[in-house]
Nanobody, 121 residues
Framework: QVQLVESGGGLVQPGGSLSLSCAAS????????MGWYRQAPGKQRELVAT???????NYADYAKGRFTISRDSARNTVYLQMNSLKPEDTAVYYC???????????????WGQGTQVTVSS
């Protein structure tokens, strides 16, 4: 069993900042990558940012320059620092981990339950 638990969502005013974190736990052999997606009401889930086991990062265009993804490999935790938030950043943010577990011995994607981020005055 693998769990990804997000924390740090909430309500913030436009221009403000929020920091999200996601910790993976369970029967993990290795983690290839971790990252964040988001889904706004009535829209499809979209990529926010990813970070590989080697530290390479990838950002959606809207996130570049405002969001920073980082990772603590020793703690199987990924972070997302979001600055200069806009109302259009309002969404449920989902953590994911691409990993190998002792149960499957295959590379699969696992998802957290999501955390709400609301940007509003």
């Amino acid at each position: 069993q693998v769990q990804l638990v997000e924390s740090g969502g909430g309500l913030v005013q436009p221009g403000g900042s929020l920091s999200l974190s996601c910790a993976a736990s369970g029967s993990i052999v290795s983690i290839n990558a971790m990252g964040w997606y988001r889904q706004a009401p009535g829209k499809q889930r979209e990529l926010v940012a990813t970070i590989s086991s080697g530290g390479s990062t990838n950002y959606a265009d809207y996130a570049k320059g405002r969001f920073t993804i980082s990772r603590d490999s020793a703690r199987n935790t990924v972070y997302l620092q979001m600055n200069s938030l806009k109302p259009e950043d309002t969404a449920v943010y989902y953590c994911f981990g691409r990993m190998v577990t002792f149960t499957t011995l295959r590379v699969l994607d696992y998802w957290g339950q999501g955390t709400q981020v609301t940007v509003s005055s």
